[in-house]
Every structure is written in C-alpha cells, then in structure tokens.
C-alpha cells in the first residue's frame, strides 16, 4: 500500500489557525470515506473528521466540532483539515486514512500510516 503523505502541522498559537494536507494517492484511497485522526503519546488515538467519497457528508468528533472542517479533492487524491480556533488540547500529530464511512474510526487492518505532521498549539 501506498502511504498517505500528510503536511501542514506547526507551532501555534491558542486560536490560530493551520490548514493540513494529506496526498493520498492510489487505489487504497480512492472512492473510500476518508479522515484525520490524531495521536498524543500515551493517549488513545481520536478520529476527528471524516469525509465520504464524494464530498457529500462529513462527520465531527465533539472536540473539535465547529472550528475544523474537512475537505477533499479527488482530482488532486487529496484531504484537507481546516483547523480554526486552536486550542492546547489539538496539540498532537494528526494523521489521515481511510475510515469506516459513518464513524470516526480508521479501517480496520490499515497499516499504510505515514509520518503524520505535528500540531502544537501553545497557551
């Protein structure tokens, strides 16, 4: 599997704002929901935004509903994440894979992770 290729994190601070990119490319990514989740050591991993293939929904986890909104373009095998209003709780490295359409859940069995990029907001 191709991995994704995600970009875009930096240093922040509390409401600011970055706009992520992930560069998906490959039949694994192609007409699947897609989203973001993040990481922060020694905590489980949250899903925080998925989009379905067509760009004709999109789901939230409560955290970060109403400041983050999630995008696709196809043409480009491209996800975006606009993240607004940064809180120190976003600090984490965000990542992007296939979910379970409906869910906040990556796919089970996907392995293809990529390096991530990390988001640090600063109080």
């Known amino acids: 599997q191709v991995q994704p290729v995600e970009s875009g994190g930096g240093s922040v601070q509390a409401g600011g704002f970055l706009r992520l990119s992930c560069v998906a490319s490959?039949?694994?990514?192609?007409?699947?929901?897609m989203g973001w989740l993040r990481q922060v050591p020694g905590k489980e991993r949250e899903g925080v935004a998925v989009?379905?293939?067509?760009?004709?929904?999109?789901l939230y986890a409560d955290s970060v509903k109403g400041r983050f909104t999630i995008s696709r373009d196809n043409a480009k095998a491209t996800v975006f994440l606009q993240m607004n209003s940064l809180k120190p709780e976003d600090t984490a490295m965000y990542y992007c894979?296939?979910?379970?359409?409906?869910?906040?859940?990556?796919?089970?069995?996907?392995?293809?992770w990529g390096q991530g990029t990390q988001v640090t907001v600063s109080s």
């Open positions: 490959g039949d694994t990514y192609r007409g699947v929901c």
């Open positions: 894979a296939p979910f379970i359409c409906g869910t906040t859940n990556p796919l089970n069995g996907f392995n293809a």
């Open positions: 989009i379905s293939p067509s760009d004709s929904w999109t």
